[in-house]
């Protein structure tokens, strides 16, 4: 007969944050550098206590039994993080390996011996197109050679999941999670990408010419996306060194005094391990919250800066008096991607790059096209993803290390050639691809609505920081489709979306 405590969901709720910050804090550790080698299964080893079937079964009969409908909210997330528990406590030795391969992998470049990572920023800065090329091929290699160790991965995950959450078919589970339909997300996704096909590839064309060149081949390999998106000819204008003075002046005019705030650290160092990709690591909200980015120069490292500002902000600014679930625990990521695109959607103001970078009017404008061009390809990018997910895990038994519907999909939506082999180290957990969909549609939905309530200078107005900071309070409880319902929109209205797209 089993001995396993099981906890009330308040004391399990305790435990749980201490779990989870210190589980945040070695992988902030390994991402930004100052580790080389993961060791989140010794903390997973340390909590073994923690998760076990039998407080899974307590908490859900206990669901179950809830008449009050946010206790019963706080229960299911709960529930779902001790799945979650249960599942790491399994796989955090295979996923520590995993992590540490990636991070000991090298390839040979031009003579000089780089990690993964560091390749990876390297692509976004080059400037000769056929070395690009040449050193995307080189990691694409490289990555791919994981392709089966992900894969198992993927499978131990998915089998674990299916049993703990009682539900077989993961578009089913996932659904159930985020409370919609991915099916009618995909559907009115689609028909806003197809809308948008003839702006988009006409700024295609035009962007392609002046980032890439004239000799660029007529569809470039993806090693060429962190280049585009760094829009790297305007390095001049985006320079690396005036990046956080101007993200932060420009957050000030909103109201936000990032830089005094003693809840968000800021790790703004470049070191050869830290990952490329910028973001913020909620350890325990709103006390412990860090903005990561690794700037390369350009505009994207301003994008870089603002996109995660708008979760710091959000995270930081969360009410302490909520229970430390519903500041720290959502069923998804949509609600928190919103604050994240409408901060970063700032830099698509003409007004913005006039005021921060001394550019005539012609010359803002010219520039924040880029950027709506930037944000129609990931648009369509994320888009294709989705579809592609959508038929990998409804077909999941089939999976294997390449494919050709990946390759396929992601290449005809962007003009960049995908490889078949890339699918497994681009793939989020738990469609998170739907999440930042969503928060598309509902940043566009609340920048039209900041546009109605403060005017078209909605970016520089202190007014705006308010209304956000009343958001931010409520944590992570509601979801995105309730603040659509608040800004008087349905959650599918991509109209305010497609009418940016098309500016």
């Known amino acids: 007969m089993s001995t396993t405590a099981v906890r009330s969901a308040a004391e399990f709720e305790e435990q749980l944050q201490r779990y989870l910050y210190e589980r945040s804090e070695e992988g902030r550790a390994v991402r ?32 179950e039994q809830a008449s009050d409908g946010d ?64 050193l995307g091929e080189l990691y694409r290699q490289r990555s791919a050679e994981f392709n089966e160790q992900r894969l198992d991965l993927l499978r131990a995950y998915e089998e674990l999941e299916a049993d703990l959450s009682e539900e077989p078919d993961p578009v089913a589970r996932n659904e159930e999670e985020k409370q919609i339909s991915l099916r009618e997300l995909e559907s009115v996704l689609v028909a806003a990408s197809d809308q948008i096909e003839a702006a988009f590839i006409e700024l295609r064309e035009r962007w392609f010419e002046r980032l890439l060149g004239p000799d660029r081949e007529p569809q470039p390999s993806s090693a060429h996306m962190g280049y585009v998106r760094r829009l790297s000819p305007l390095d001049a204008t985006y320079t690396k060194d005036r990046a956080t003075e101007v993200c932060l002046q420009t957050l000030s005019a909103l109201g936000f005094d990032l830089a005094s705030d003693t809840n968000i650290k800021l790790d703004l160092d470049d070191r050869p391990q830290k990952s490329p990709r ?46 430390y679930t519903f500041r720290r625990i959502s069923r998804d990521h949509a609600l928190t991607e919103i604050y994240s695109y409408i901060c970063e959607a700032i830099t698509r103001e003409p007004g913005w790059h006039a005021e921060y970078f001394g550019l005539s009017e012609e010359e803002a404008r010219t520039n924040a096209q880029a950027t709506t061009f930037l944000e129609a390809l990931l648009f369509r990018r994320y888009t294709a993803k989705l579809r592609f997910e959508l038929g990998f895990w409804s077909a999941f038994e089939q999976a294997g290390t390449t494919s050709d ?63 956000l900071r009343e958001l931010f309070a409520e944590g992570t409880k509601p979801s995105s489709e309730e603040i659509a319902a608040r800004l008087g929109y349905q959650p599918y209205d991509t109209t305010p979306l497609i009418n940016e797209l098309l500016a």
Not at 446 to 463: K, P, T
Request: hydrophobic residues 40%; negative net charge.
């Open 32 to 63: 930004v550098g100052e580790k080389e080698v993961s060791e989140q299964a010794a903390i997973v080893a340390r909590y073994a206590d923690l998760f076990s079937r039998e407080q899974l079964e307590a908490m859900r009969e206990e669901e």
């Open 405 to 467: 519907d990946y390759a396929e999909k992601l290449t005809a939506a962007t003009g960049v050639r995908y490889p078949s082999d890339g699918h497994l180290a681009d793939m989020d957990a738990g469609f998170y691809s739907a999440d930042y969909l969503r928060a598309w549609i509902r940043h566009a939905q609340l920048r039209a609505h900041l546009i109605a309530e403060v005017g078209d200078d909605w970016w520089r107005s202190e007014q705006t920081g308010e209304l």
């Open 278 to 323: 910028a973001c913020v690591i909620a350890s325990d909200p709103p006390k412990v919250v860090h903005l990561i980015t690794r700037a390369q120069g350009g505009l994207h490292d301003y994008q870089a800066f603002m996109h995660e500002a708008g979760h710091a902000l959000h995270y930081a600014g969360v009410d302490p008096k909520l229970p």
């Open 71 to 134: 206790r019963r909210e706080w229960l299911y997330r709960l529930r779902k993080t001790c799945e979650g528990g249960l599942v790491a406590a399994e796989l955090a030795e295979r996923d520590d390996e995993l992590e540490n391969a990636l991070l000991a992998a090298r390839v040979t470049f031009k003579g000089e011996e780089l990690p993964l990572r560091t390749a990876l920023a390297q692509l976004s800065v080059i400037p000769d197109y056929r070395d690009r090329d040449e």
